[in-house]
């Protein structure tokens, strides 16, 4: 809505999130990787960035562990799953009206 009323100067814009390296990469079970996005902010506002995983869309059949650090997160996987894991960067603004961005990775484990 400010985008509606504002100029353009004036209203807050989306944060802009970068996968570094592959958005679809590969991983045998019991493989730990790093995922890592780069971010900026048009408006100069901090950022924040959270990973999860996104359990609803994937066919991964086992447990991964996220430990992150910024723009970057290490995913450990079980050393007896396969499937397609879905890892989810979230990142937000910290302006009055926080505005929210994504990056999906999809870890294709196995097979």
Not at 4 to 24: E, Q, Y
Not at 39 to 67: H, M, N, Q, R
Not at 79 to 95: F, M, N, P, R, Y
């Amino acid at each position: 809505m400010q985008w509606c009323i504002s100029d353009f100067s004036d209203a807050n814009h989306p944060p802009i999130v970068k996968a570094l390296g592959s958005v679809r990469p590969t991983a045998q079970p019991g493989e730990t990787l790093t995922l890592e996005i780069e971010t900026t902010d048009p408006d100069g506002y901090e950022l924040e960035t959270k990973f999860w995983i996104y359990e609803e869309v994937g066919t991964y059949d086992g447990d991964a562990t996220l430990s992150a650090s910024g723009n970057r997160v290490t995913v450990s996987l079980d050393s007896s799953a396969t499937g397609a894991l879905h890892v989810i960067a979230e990142v937000k603004d910290q302006s009055v009206h926080p505005m929210t961005r994504y990056q999906r990775f999809v870890i294709q484990v196995g097979k």
